[in-house]
T-cell receptor, first 115, second 110 residues
Framework: EAGVTQFPSHSVIEKGQTVTLRCDPI?????LYWYRRVMGKEIKFLLH????????ESGMPNNRFLAERTGGTYSTLKVQPAELEDSGVYFC?????????????FGQGTRLTVV | QKEVEQNSGPLSVPEGAIASLNCTYS??????FFWYRQYSGKSPELIMS????GDKEDGRFTAQLNKASQYVSLLIRDSQPSDSATYLC??????????FGAGTRLFVKA
């Protein structure tokens, strides 16, 4: 069974450009999460989808970040326009619908560098 | 105060020794506690979860939880060089939002 996959694995863009990250969760997982780790800091929660609905987007840094999950399958996270402080590793995770304390499976992450 | 605190390390132990990793959290309402292992450049991998006070053992790993002290730890017995990684403590306060610590780097010397 395929795990959580993320694309691209690396992205280098210039300040002011737009970047779109993609996450394909494990098949059948209704919960999908986005996290970010900036250099030297802890992994920070960005938002949570249940199917196509945003349940909690309290961790989104600002309105330059837009996450979507049309159809409740894969998700995209767009950063527009990108700023230098957006550099970091963006992780996606998924888990099946069920008990609140279910554990999530992480993707390999997308390393974003804004220059 | 950080919500989940870990010593950044590095923690260095000889092969075969017990590695002890510690974590404290600030939210007394926290319900679920996880330890993830992350190798350099790889995704975090869940290795232990614990939900109630006491010890939980799984192979060479033992997680310990003390909610009164807001403390959770991970013991790795018979440490191997392959255990060298960053260990992330994560806490779920209810709902689906999980708070991570910054991680402790562990080196196991052969």
């Amino acid at each position: 069974e395929a795990g959580v996959t993320q694309f691209p694995s690396h992205s280098v863009i210039e300040k002011g450009q737009t970047v779109t990250l993609r996450c394909d969760p494990i098949s059948g997982h209704d919960n999908l999460y986005w996290y970010r780790r900036v250099m030297g800091k802890e992994i920070k929660f960005l938002l949570h989808f249940v199917k196509e609905s945003k349940q909690d987007e309290s961790g989104m840094p600002n309105n330059r970040f837009l996450a979507e999950r049309t159809g409740g399958t894969y998700s995209t996270l767009k950063v527009q326009p990108a700023e230098l402080e957006d550099s970091g590793v963006y992780f996606c995770a998924s888990s099946p619908l069920g008990a609140l304390n279910t554990e999530a499976f992480f993707g390999q992450g997308t390393r974003l560098t804004v220059v | 105060q950080k919500e989940v605190e870990q010593n950044s390390g590095p923690l260095s132990v000889p092969e075969g020794a017990i590695a002890s990793l510690n974590c404290t959290y600030s939210d007394r309402g926290s319900q679920s506690f996880f330890w993830y292992r992350q190798y350099s450049g790889k995704s975090p991998e869940l290795i232990m979860s614990i939900y109630s006070n006491g010890d939980k053992e799984d192979g060479r790993f033992t997680a310990q939880l003390n909610k009164a002290s807001q403390y959770v730890s991970l013991l790795i017995r018979d440490s191997q060089p392959s255990d060298s990684a960053t260990y992330l403590c994560a806490v779920n306060t209810g709902g689906f939002k999980t708070i991570f610590g910054a991680g402790t780097r562990l080196f196991v010397k052969a």
